[in-house]
């Protein structure tokens, strides 16, 4: 990653440098008046902004995605004012009066051009940044509400764990609370690596996706999921590769709706991947009522969390933040949830 960055960020520089450059041969080689050495200094000046620019654009911790912006800014501000400045001599020169030391004035107009250019992708980085961080700042703040009320839960059931534990008079009652005690243990390790995710989630960006199999990263869930529900009728429908633009956390996310679909109905679970209009679809099937609309909306956004409002699990945020963090989404209808990621 820091070796796109350094490729994107020295366009930049080389841009200043280049422009440094044509500015002293012409001082060396045309000697120009004094009004010309003003010119002069101001394109040095310029072309030392940009090249220092465009270290301050790889020294600070911009993603490599908001730093080939910045680039691409750069670019067009020498490309538009370049063609403007081709078209302008051109036009001279048909009039027989072509603009003289062109190359020399030219190239301090781009310069000019290329540093306010950075300067606005710099802004459009920033303030894109910023977005991100508040959308951060959100997850964090669902992720704190539902963690207290995922903890709460767990407590109120160890507490009732204990409460017959106490009063157990046979062996077979002290079995079944110790049941559900390990069940309630793996419920709260499930927590755990679910917490772990997403904290990894809110720090992963678009920038982190790259092209993977949909394919292999399915069958690497249906897997997982077999082993923790060795009972459960799991039919896949995949084809032999389906390459999109994604990433591993890919198949915590399939894992966790499968294992969703598996606990909310005792009917058979189908997962079929596809590849339509420019994306690759993972759609999960069940025999159930399907995800309640109350939850939809909370997961969706489209309605808050509150104290007495609140989506069942993690599982379905995973789900959610996967699909943000690849520049997918997630989706829900009467007998499926589909996970859809852009295909390769």
């Known amino acids: ?31 120009p008046p004094l009004v010309g050495l003003t010119v002069a200094a101001l394109g ?3 072309g030392l902004a940009v090249v220092a620019l465009g270290y301050l654009v790889y020294r600070f911790e911009f993603t490599v995605r908001q730093t080939v912006r910045i680039a691409a800014w750069n670019l067009l501000g020498v490309v538009v004012i370049a063609l403007a400045l081709a078209l302008i001599y051109a036009y001279h020169s048909a009039l027989g009066s072509p603009p003289p030391a062109a190359v020399f004035s030219g190239t301090v ?13 710099i802004n459009d980085a920033r303030r894109i940044r910023a977005g991100a961080l508040e959308r951060e700042r959100r997850k964090l703040s669902v992720l704190s509400r539902l963690v207290r009320h995922d903890l709460r839960t767990i407590s109120q059931y160890l507490y009732g764990d204990a409460s017959r534990a106490r009063a157990a008079d046979t062996q077979e009652e002290r079995d079944a609370v110790a049941d559900d005690i390990a069940e309630t243990a793996a419920d709260l390790g499930g927590l755990h690596d679910n ?50 633009t994604a990433g591993e956390y890919v198949t915590d996310a399939v894992q966790e709706l499968v294992e969703n679909a598996i606990e909310h ?23 159930g009522a399907g995800v309640p609309e109350s939850e939809r909306e909370i997961v969706l956004g489209e309605r808050d969390i509150t ?31 589909r996970l859809r990621f852009r295909s390769r």
Do not use: C
């Not at 841009?15 to 000697?31: E, P, R, S, Y």
């Not at 409002?309 to 993690?314: E, F, N, P, V, Y």
């Open 307 to 337: 104290q007495l409002r609140h989506a069942s699990g993690l599982g379905l945020w995973v789900a959610k933040w996967v699909a943000d963090a690849y520049d997918g989404d997630l989706s829900f209808d009467e007998d499926a949830v």
């Open 44 to 46: 040095a000046a310029v």
């Open 109 to 121: 107009l781009v310069a000019i051009s290329s540093l306010a250019h950075v300067l606005i992708g």
């Open 195 to 244: 917490l772990q995710t997403l904290r990894e989630l809110v720090e992963t960006v678009g920038a982190n996706a790259a092209p993977v199999d949909v394919t292999d990263l399915v069958a690497d869930a249906v897997v997982g999921v077999r082993e923790d529900y060795p009972d459960a009728d799991i039919d896949v429908d995949v084809p032999e590769s389906a390459s999109a």
């Open 1 to 31: 990653m820091n070796a796109r960055r350094a490729a994107a960020s020295s366009t930049i520089s080389v841009t200043g440098l280049a422009a440094i450059a044509v500015v002293l041969v012409h001082v060396v080689t045309v000697g």
């Open 265 to 287: 109905t005792d009917g058979a679970v189908e997962v079929v991947v596809t590849r339509e209009d420019g994306w690759v679809t993972v759609a999960v099937y069940d025999e």
